[in-house]
């Protein structure tokens, strides 16, 4: 996740995000959807991608995939899989690439299965497409029921259809499809966005013990600070198609350094005490039309003439801990919001 | 004193015919008082009948068995100007905000209609002076979403406008079924604040209906946890979340994605639900309860109280008086508001 730093050994990234730019053609121009996210990740991690809605998060996963439709097109940057480029890869390359090593779970998940395949042939589907020499029947089975095992679901169900299943195990078997080639890379798109607390706790921690079981790298994409929390490893914040700040779970949940990440975790309710529930005051830009220097600028509390000018740098302002803000160098830390600001930021 | 909405002993059944019956809800109760203005929750999964028990609270469907009734009228057999009055004290949110809006008209047009509907002004002048206003009250600019389309407007600007319209007729209810589940963190809050504000500045109940423990237990005084068509535990919020007694609430708090990395989810044993295909003519969670015992499977538990301010339906904690179901307002804590934060005037 962190910048190549020569003197410390490391393990090699399985996933680097480079400058990824995607853009989305409009009447009105340009939208900058992702503009310029670079990330990184080895093997095991597990990042969490957070942002509300249009601030670029599921056209990321998208793009990852190389899976970004017209009117959307990625205009720049690298997605380098092991060192190899996904975005310059020649189709058949490409296809080779998908689902066995980055593979994603999309997002509503229950509606990418087809509906008229029993489970077991929507499974062999994308394995016989990776090893289109001949497999014995037997074999595929017992595959299939280890690959449903493993995401704790009965081999029975490698019969049936998908209407057959209840959402949280429609879910598993998305799971399962996913993972059958054992990929390095899982991007998961909001994948329990539909379900239950109880499912969605069920469905999560099963992508948690398949990942680790694989070893493989996450790049979870959501917009619940709570499932990041219990979740991610690392946590990148998404606003208006940027990265604002990308840090430890903990820390940045404890001690967020940019602003919009914290007044994000300020609106956010909890079990434990009943508190003043406050919202970000104003509305996130769009895209067509963003404000000169830092996007967030017009929430801001802390905004000075600085902002309004120059669009901030992701940078590390701590080992390990990436913001992109003009506080920083100067501070050390988030400083308090200033008292007028916290009445004015209340609810309105 | 006749509470002013008042569910009585409910059953909702969907479906007709011989077999392919589902029961939505069954044997509910609940009012909603006219002396205190409260926020009750109510919380369920999909499928616990949650949306059902709102439709029915608005008179958009009727009940199977039992009754609605609005200060002390059975909403199933107003005349006409009654359920005028039934309507204007008794007012929804629903929880698409896109959804609800003509697409067609500007989003004006959804405040203008109320007021001309129950003729609460009385010159074209006034309609827009009140219309203004209303959008003002919810932290909104006139000039920014009045005179606009509902798809130039984001999703939480839309559901705002959705709260000052009950701002505008002011109702003594307001039952707002998921009203966040659609609306971003940052911008959920300060719908929820705007609802916590009508409630206390306007005397307005709310009903306030969700699948998220944690927004409930937030704005809510009291809660009633459903699963599958019946009430599993009710009572005030701090004895509910806090030392819940019913296995489902239980297990509902305990899968709540707290944003706190030092307390994830525990990899405890969770009975699935696929798992077991033993029917159940007793407590409906049974086939999912780690504690099901024998009597559980056969004999539907009563709703017992527990506590002075709780009552569950599990057979683990029925040593306390069994409630009958009208009597479930007992367990509901008074509203405390004299000691309720003031909040800052809308800017």
Not at chain 2, 193 to 215: C, F, K, P, W
Request: glycine share 8%.
């Amino acid at each position: 996740m962190i910048p190549a730093n020569p003197t410390v050994e490391r393990a090699p990234d399985v996933l680097r995000v480079e400058d990824l730019k995607v853009y989305y053609e409009t009447s009105k121009g340009h939208a900058k959807a992702v503009d310029g996210v670079s990330f990184s990740l080895r093997p095991g991690e597990r990042l969490g991608l957070i942002g509300e809605s249009g601030s670029g998060k599921t056209t990321i996963a998208m793009a990852l995939m190389r899976l970004t439709h017209p009117p959307g097109r990625i205009v720049g940057g690298r997605v380098l899989l092991d060192g190899r480029d996904l975005l310059a890869m020649r189709e058949r390359e490409l296809r080779r690439a998908r689902l066995k090593e980055i593979a994603l779970v999309p997002q509503g998940a229950m509606n990418s299965l087809n509906p008229v395949m029993r489970i077991s042939d929507q499974i062999i589907d994308g394995v016989m497409a990776h090893e289109p020499d001949r497999h014995p029947r037997m074999e595929l089975e017992r595959r299939v029921a280890r690959l449903l095992e493993r995401v704790g679901l009965e081999s029975s169900v490698a019969g049936r259809y998908p209407h057959e299943l209840s959402g949280g195990m429609k879910q598993r078997a998305v799971l399962a499809i996913a993972t059958s080639l054992d990929p390095k890379v899982i991007i998961a798109d909001e994948p329990t966005s539909a379900l239950d607390v109880v499912v969605q706790r069920q469905v999560m921690l099963t992508l948690g013990r398949v990942q680790e079981g694989l070893g493989a790298a996450v790049v979870l994409v959501g917009h619940d600070m709570g499932l990041m929390a219990q979740f991610a490893d690392l946590v990148g914040v998404m606003y208006a198609g940027k990265l604002v700040e990308v840090g430890p779970v903990e820390q940045l949940l404890t001690e967020p350094r940019h602003p919009y990440t914290r007044l994000l975790i300020d609106s956010l309710p909890a079990l434990d005490e009943k508190r003043e529930l406050r919202g970000i005051p104003g509305l996130p830009p769009t895209l067509v039309d963003m404000p000169a220097g830092c996007a967030f600028n017009p929430r801001c509390p802390y905004q000075h003439l600085r902002c309004r000018t120059e669009t901030p740098e992701l940078w590390e302002v701590d080992p390990h801990r990436q913001v992109a803000c003009h506080l920083y160098p100067e501070h050390s830390a988030l400083p308090a919001i200033p008292d007028k600001q916290i009445r004015e930021g209340a609810i309105p | 004193m006749t509470p002013l909405l008042e569910v009585r002993n409910v059953r909702k059944v969907f479906g007709g015919g011989k077999s392919d019956t589902t029961v939505a809800l069954e044997g509910v109760s609940f009012s909603v008082s006219s002396e205190h203005p409260s926020i009750t929750g109510i919380v369920g999964e999909s499928g616990s009948g949650k949306t059902t028990l709102a439709r029915l609270m608005l008179g958009i469907i009727g009940p199977t068995h039992g009754y609605l009734f609005h200060r002390g009228r059975d909403v199933a057999a107003m005349s006409r100007r009654e359920r005028r009055e039934f309507r204007l004290e008794v007012q929804p949110i629903f929880q698409d905000p896109f959804d609800v809006f003509n697409p067609f008209y500007h989003v004006d047009h959804a405040l203008a209609v109320p007021i001309r509907h129950f003729k609460l002004a009385d010159s074209r002048r006034e309609v827009q002076r009140m219309v203004a206003e209303a959008v003002e009250a919810v932290g909104l600019r006139p000039s920014e979403t009045l005179g606009r389309y509902p798809h130039q407007l984001s999703g939480g600007q839309c559901q705002r406008i959705m709260v000052a319209r009950a701002f505008l007729i002011q109702p003594r209810v307001i039952v707002a079924d998921e009203p966040v589940s659609m609306i971003d963190a940052s911008l959920r809050a300060t719908i929820l604040g705007s609802l916590q504000r009508l409630n206390r500045e306007l005397a307005i109940s709310v009903v306030y209906i969700t699948h998220d423990l944690m927004t409930a237990y937030q704005i809510c005084e009291n809660i009633i946890v459903f699963y599958r068509g019946s009430i599993v535990e009710a009572g005030s919020v701090e004895r509910v979340i806090r030392s819940p007694k019913h296995p489902y609430t239980q297990l509902l708090i305990s899968s709540t994605p707290l944003p706190d990395p030092k307390r994830r989810w525990g990899e405890d044993a969770i009975v699935e639900e696929e798992s077991t295909r033993r029917s159940t003519s007793g407590c409906k969670f049974a086939p999912r309860c780690p504690s099901a015992h024998e009597p559980c499977w056969t004999t539907v538990p009563s709703l017992c109280r527990t506590d002075a301010d709780r009552a569950a339906a599990c057979f683990l904690c029925s040593d306390g008086p069994v409630l009958e179901n009208e009597e479930i307002n007992q367990v509901f804590a008074p509203p405390q508001a004299e000691n309720a934060p003031t909040l800052p005037e809308a800017n």
